[in-house]
């Protein structure tokens, strides 16, 4: 494999083959809440933006990411709390290529969808 020029947010092609199984199994077996968002977000149902879900962004998987929007959505469960250093990094680090970032908790997504999803409709406005 040739290695290409590198875009700043995009994946190295070595950070890409380590990656790329972990966010395939991510997909495959989503946790309840990133299920219900991402039906509620895929085929472009929410302002007509196209999201994709376990993306890469350099060396971390996104939950969610819209690239119109530069828009990436985060739904945080109970390992989140016990990392919150390593998720401010991670912030930090998408905020500084120009990425906004929503973070929702999983009870957010499954008891209050509308809620969420007006939250993400008005981000994609901000666009």
């Not at 700043?8 to 790329?20: A, D, V, Y």
């Not at 809440?33 to 929410?46: F, I, P, S, T």
């Not at 996104?62 to 990094?89: M, P, S, T």
């Amino acid at each position: 494999m040739t290695d290409q020029p590198h875009k700043p947010f995009h994946s190295t092609p070595k950070q890409w083959r380590q990656l790329k199984p972990v966010a395939r199994g991510m997909r495959h077996e989503p946790t309840p809440a990133e299920e219900v968002l991402w039906q509620a977000l895929r085929n472009r149902k929410v302002a007509g933006a196209k999201f994709r879900r376990q993306f890469t962004i350099d060396r971390f998987i996104v939950d969610f990411y819209c690239a119109e929007a530069k828009l990436v959505i985060e739904v945080d469960g109970e390992i989140h709390r016990q990392q919150e250093a390593e998720d401010q990094v991670r912030q930090t680090f998408l905020e500084s290529q120009g990425f906004r970032v929503l973070r929702f908790e999983n009870e957010e997504v499954l008891k209050r969808i509308d809620t969420v999803l007006t939250h993400i409709g008005a981000a994609l406005q901000q666009s």
